[in-house]
């Protein structure tokens, strides 16, 4: 229930407020939590990370080496945890359900796959009890041999529980799943099935060839679909314990819509000062930069409430710096409402924003900003301009996967960073092209009291390894190991 509805029907509710900044939720401490779980499962098998209370996490040799060396039929006893778990398909009379559990986990009978999940519920009733004892969270998780079946499960049983999936219970646990469940299938496509070839659920669609489902969505399509239909997924678990993308939304229902300019650049600014800070937190602590600066809107036209067009989505070069970011995005906006509008006659609406930086990439270890080279009365005032704009359910897998949930403008380019005109991110100083040099397109007014940058350069002292950021771009350079890597800067 939404809050006032609880306290409607429970006077006395005590309602925990989320932490308020910028007039939204502040989700730091959650995201932080999740971070401290994934510490904890990532010890046990390759882990990814896939949403701010989600994890992957691939058992598959963890559950092979526990098979070999302690399978569950040879031990005197069986982790108290792992004989809660429920399995599908196996009768759950509340008397003897742990009893019936436990002889499922311990069957020397079993096939190979079976006594491989068997090992994953061990370890991630083990994982979850570790994860409880240190950080007081509860998760629940899906234990299959595959990803889209252990997201399926996860959330199966909640709180604080376990579901596995062996695999002769696949078909008929698919048989009744509404294809909308499915995931990709919650869209066009889903709507597509069930439009276009009746399909209402996963099961419907085993009743189509792989080449008829080929012959309506395409080659690659066709066969996802047919395999789906039948449990099979070949998606491998990323080794990745960090987003691939930061991003902060709001949205504004009903009568909180946006409709002017000045109130949308009002919570544009604030979503990307938030997304800068996030961006520069992970550039400072992980050492990584984003590239691409994402604007996401939902949109309406007063009286024209059954449009079906969107508001395109628009992207630009990300730039760092709070007030960079803030200008691209307000460009983003204007170009992406130009499209949405056209006539410019009718009243918008928009009832919901984001911005979201990715394409993320680590900086190459051994890097240096070029600021280390430089020396002398000029080298303040050269670094004060050039940092003036500066601002500062989890899954595991075990051949199987587990899934685990934590608690329950018109101008397309925006401006390239004054950095990077000279010289890629993250290249060697000494590549970057100077422009007085020879075969430079045209040559540039000489300002009084300029010099070339190699006047700046230290032939004396070596660089240490180390890393900078300037205007969010960085230049590397092994730096000089002796005074020859002046003249070669030089040459």
Not at 42 to 53: L, N, Q, V
Not at 77 to 87: D, P, V
Not at 316 to 335: H, N, V
Not at 417 to 429: L, M, P, T, V
Request: proline share 4%; with cysteine.
């Amino acid at each position: 229930m939404r809050g006032d509805e609880a306290k409607n029907v429970c006077p006395g509710i005590n309602l925990v407020q989320v932490p308020v900044s910028r007039d939204k939720a502040d989700l730091n401490v959650y995201r932080n939590a999740g971070s401290e779980v994934v510490a904890i499962l990532s010890t046990k098998g390759k882990c990814e990370r896939a949403s701010i209370d989600e994890v992957y996490l691939d058992l598959t040799d963890a559950a092979k080496e526990m098979l070999l060396e302690s399978p569950p039929e040879s031990s005197e006893f069986t982790f108290e945890e792992a004989t809660k778990s429920n399995i599908l398909d196996l009768p759950s009379d509340v008397g003897d359900r742990e009893e019936n559990v436990k002889a499922w986990l311990c069957r020397a009978d079993a096939n190979y796959q079976d006594k491989l999940l068997a090992c994953g519920a061990v370890l991630v009733a083990q994982l979850r009890v570790k994860v409880l004892e240190e950080t007081q969270f509860t998760c629940s998780a899906g234990i299959a041999h595959n990803k889209m079946l252990a997201k399926l499960v996860s959330g199966m049983h909640k709180p604080a529980q376990q579901t596995v999936v062996p695999s002769s219970s696949v078909q008929d646990f698919l048989a009744s799943l509404p294809v909308k469940k499915m995931k990709q299938l919650g869209g066009k496509l889903g709507s597509s099935l069930q439009d276009d070839l009746g399909v209402k659920t996963v099961g419907d669609l085993l009743g189509f060839t792989e080449e008829k489902l080929q012959e309506y969505y395409g080659v690659n399509t066709g066969t996802w679909l047919w395999k789906t239909a039948r449990g099979f997924s070949g998606e491998e678990v990323e080794d990745r314990l960090l987003p691939k993308s930061h991003g902060c939304g709001k949205t504004f229902p009903g009568p909180k819509a946006l409709k002017n300019h000045s109130s949308v650049k009002s919570w544009l600014d604030k979503l990307c000062e938030e997304l800068s800070e996030r961006i520069q937190s992970d550039l400072s602590c992980n050492k990584r930069v984003a590239q691409t600066l994402t604007l996401h809107a939902r949109a309406s036209k007063e009286n024209e409430c059954n449009s079906m067009k969107k508001f395109p989505s628009k992207s630009c070069p990300l730039r760092y710096g709070t007030g960079k970011i803030q200008e691209d995005a307000m460009k983003l906006f204007e170009s992406g409402l130009h499209d949405f509008w056209g006539s410019r006659s009718a009243r918008w609406s928009i009832t919901s924003l984001s911005v979201t930086a990715s394409k993320i990439f680590d900086i190459p270890s051994g890097t240096n900003s070029i600021l280390k080279y430089i020396k002398g009365p000029s080298s303040n005032a050269s670094t004060a301009i050039l940092d003036s704009s500066s601002t500062p359910e989890l899954t595991p897998f075990v051949g199987n996967v587990t899934q685990l949930n934590i608690a329950d403008f018109h101008e397309e380019q925006c401006e390239p960073s004054s950095i990077k005109e000279e010289c890629d991110n993250s290249i060697s100083a000494t590549q970057c092209r100077l422009i007085e040099g020879k075969g430079a397109p045209k040559k540039l007014s000489k300002v009084q009291g300029t010099g070339s940058i190699l006047k700046f350069l230290s032939q004396s002292q070596p660089a240490q390894h180390e890393k900078r950021n300037f205007d969010g771009l960085i230049c590397s350079h092994q730096g000089p190991e002796s005074s020859s890597g002046a003249s070669v800067a030089e040459q």
